[in-house]
């Protein structure tokens, strides 16, 4: 059976035009890459994590991640922390920053996340963390979702145990990756338990894990009942892979399409995060747009060593010349970001 990909659903009151949900990926979710998912079909995008005790004690990179441009709706930020009071504090933060939902974090595996007793450490407690979801829920009236893994523990089933008591504390959406916290990113996500939990609750389950090919959104949609697909880590330096999964088997971009798209990413990063910072952050991202055979290892290297964002960016137009006409027209077609509903100064977000 063909899911079609294209089909709105809800959170709550929230629509969502497609079924596809870009995932919140620490140190990759920003501003840009959200708003590139959303031209490239992604229907929800999401903030990486955000601290909640960093926003409760005004953290000024921490209050960066409130910045929300209206092209990027409908936008779930996603918070972290252990402590309902403080929880819900950040949540109140969010909501008034303009997100359409407010996510909660309940499967971080990395060790500085849940040695604090946030992310997925709170499967091994579910007293408090239905605890944490009443009190966010009771503080906000948009949607609250949460996003889990199956357990601490491979073989862990505890996701079918807390899921429908989340839901009752008042989780309006589940997103279940099912990996264990101690496989972090290893092995094959199990996602017959992502089916059994769509039959325990009454509110639709995003499906995260191993969603890389349409067939392969098309196979765990149709065999999990689940309401939409996430994308994480497939999308990195690679949108077209989110189209790929809503419209069927393209032939891939070209190699201007792809310097084109990246020199855009890497303004708008520039423009978001301050030039100081936004230099280090893109590293990673030249070899995952320039990877997968589209350009010579040693030209990604080449690109690392260069200290300047703006030498970079000469050093790929140089490469291919093409790429300015893309980009022209890609500047031309893209929505302002003077739309930001909470208006930070970039020394505020980035610490540029």
């Not at 601290?51 to 209206?70: F, W």
Request: charged share 20%; with cysteine.
């Amino acid at each position: 059976m063909q899911v079609n990909l294209h089909e709105t659903w809800h959170i709550g009151e929230v629509a969502i035009p497609s079924r596809l949900v870009l995932a919140p990926m620490a140190g990759v979710s920003v501003q840009a890459f959200r708003r590139q998912g959303r031209r490239f079909g992604a229907g929800l995008v999401c903030s990486e994590m955000v601290s909640c005790a960093g926003l409760q004690h005004g953290n000024e990179r921490t209050l960066g991640y409130l910045r929300i441009a209206s092209d990027e709706r409908p936008l779930a930020v996603q918070i972290f922390g252990s402590e309902p009071a403080v929880m819900s504090v950040a949540a109140r933060m969010v909501e008034e920053a303009g997100a359409d939902i407010v996510d909660i974090n309940f499967g971080c595996p990395v060790k500085k996340v849940t040695k604090t007793g946030a992310g997925a450490t709170m499967l091994d407690d579910p007293e408090r963390a239905c605890r944490v979801v009443e009190a966010v829920a009771s503080a906000v009236s948009v949607p609250v979702t949460v996003k889990l893994r199956r357990g601490l523990e491979n073989g862990s089933r505890a996701c079918l145990s807390i899921g429908p008591r989340l839901v009752e504390a008042g989780a309006a959406s589940i997103t279940l990756h099912p990996r264990s916290a101690k496989q972090m990113y290893t092995g094959t996500a199990d996602h017959s338990l992502t089916a059994e939990l769509v039959k325990l609750v009454n509110v639709p389950v995003v499906a995260s894990g191993d969603i890389v090919s349409r067939t392969r959104a098309q196979a765990v949609l149709a065999t999990t009942g689940a309401a939409a697909v996430m994308v994480g880590r497939a999308a990195q330096g690679n949108p077209w892979a989110l189209q790929e999964i809503l419209e069927g088997e393209g032939v891939g971009p070209s190699r201007e399409e792809v310097v084109a798209e990246l020199v855009l990413f890497m303004r708008e990063t520039v423009r978001e995060l301050g030039e100081h910072r936004a230099t280090g952050f893109l590293k990673k991202f030249y070899g995952w747009y320039l990877g997968r055979g589209r350009f010579p290892r040693a030209f990604k290297a080449e690109l690392t060593q260069l200290p300047t964002i703006a030498e970079v960016e000469t050093r790929l137009l140089w490469a291919v010349p093409g790429a300015r006409f893309v980009l022209a027209r890609l500047e031309e077609e893209l929505p302002r970001g003077d739309e930001v509903l909470l208006d930070l100064p970039i020394s505020i977000y980035g610490g540029g």
